[in-house]
């Protein structure tokens, strides 16, 4: 099974109790990844300004990734 995605996106907001305790506040991501299953961390970006990505790198990814300049080349 291939799961895609970014768990360092917003996850779901649960406001029920019952929902809470049978789990649903934490994402597919979270437990898998807190089962120790393997991933892999796709690492280049081509949506935001270099400046943003960065940022973002930075902040969210311990700089492991990269922006490529998709937008800006295409312009041209």
Same mark, same amino acid.
């Given at each position: 099974?291939?799961?895609? /995605?970014?768990?360092?996106?917003? /996850?779901?907001?649960?406001?029920?109790?019952?929902?809470?305790? !049978?789990?649903?506040?934490?994402?597919?991501?979270?437990?898998?990844? $807190?089962? !120790?299953?393997? &991933? !892999?961390?796709? $690492?280049?970006? &081509?949506?935001?300004?270099?400046?943003? /990505?960065?940022?973002?790198?930075?902040?969210? &990814?311990? $700089? /492991?990734?990269?922006?490529? $300049?998709?937008?800006?080349?295409?312009?041209?």
């Amino acid at each position: 099974v291939t799961l895609l /995605g970014d768990p360092c996106q917003l /996850g779901s907001c649960v406001t029920s109790k019952e929902a809470e305790r !049978k789990g649903f506040s934490h994402t597919l991501f979270e437990q898998l990844f $807190n089962m !120790k299953m393997p &991933y !892999k961390l796709l $690492n280049q970006q &081509y949506q935001m300004h270099p400046t943003i /990505g960065s940022i973002v790198s930075s902040l969210t &990814y311990e $700089n /492991g990734t990269t922006t490529l $300049n998709a937008l800006s080349e295409s312009a041209n």
